[in-house]
């Protein structure tokens, strides 16, 4: 079977769902792309401009009433701790200034892996691990429900 999906729906866990994508983080920003589900079904997405997609949204296909759940998929990811908050704010500052995309947790601080802001970070005395988890960054503080 093949899934053209074209509206998104807020999360909803009680919804009843006929599949579930997982997707990578820069997946989930794309309005257009192509994927192919574990047991060989092609879903499309058609979304429109500028769609970020969040862990547990749902999507639908014109006209029909099933539903797709999106999950943030494990990807590679360097994972930022402290043991202190002041020495984590400042990782959080400073990757801040670089613009990257961050993923900002009660007690960590998640990116993309990249060798020198790790190097970095290490100097600013954090710990920094490499593992491969689902990545969920800030969509950004001017963003309305969650489209660019």
């Given at each position: 079977?093949?899934w053209t999906l074209t509206?998104?729906?807020?999360?909803?866990?009680?919804?009843?769902?006929?599949?579930?994508?997982?997707?990578?983080?820069?997946?989930?920003?794309?309005?257009?792309?192509?994927?192919?589900?574990?047991?060989?079904?092609?879903?499309?997405?058609?979304?429109?401009?500028?769609?970020?997609?969040?862990?547990?949204?749902?999507?639908?296909?014109?006209?029909?009433?099933?539903?797709?759940?999106?999950?943030?998929?494990?990807?590679?990811?360097?994972?930022?701790?402290?043991?202190?908050?002041?020495?984590?704010?400042?990782?959080?500052?400073?990757?801040?200034?670089?613009?990257i995309a961050l993923e900002?947790?009660?007690?960590?601080?998640?990116?993309?892996?990249?060798?020198?802001?790790?190097?970095?970070?290490?100097?600013?005395?954090?710990?920094?691990?490499?593992?491969?988890?689902?990545?969920?960054?800030?969509?950004?503080?001017?963003?309305?429900?969650?489209s660019l």
């Amino acid at each position: 079977m093949e899934w053209t999906l074209t509206e998104r729906h807020p999360a909803n866990p009680d919804a009843l769902v006929a599949l579930q994508l997982a997707l990578t983080a820069e997946e989930r920003r794309r309005s257009r792309l192509q994927a192919t589900t574990p047991d060989g079904q092609t879903v499309k997405l058609q979304l429109p401009r500028g769609t970020v997609l969040l862990n547990g949204d749902l999507l639908t296909a014109d006209g029909t009433t099933d539903r797709v759940r999106i999950v943030a998929g494990p990807e590679p990811v360097l994972t930022v701790r402290a043991d202190n908050p002041h020495n984590l704010l400042k990782a959080a500052y400073h990757l801040g200034n670089r613009h990257i995309a961050l993923e900002v947790g009660h007690d960590y601080l998640r990116l993309t892996p990249d060798p020198v802001l790790a190097h970095m970070l290490e100097h600013l005395g954090v710990t920094v691990v490499a593992e491969t988890t689902p990545f969920e960054p800030e969509v950004g503080a001017y963003q309305h429900e969650h489209s660019l």
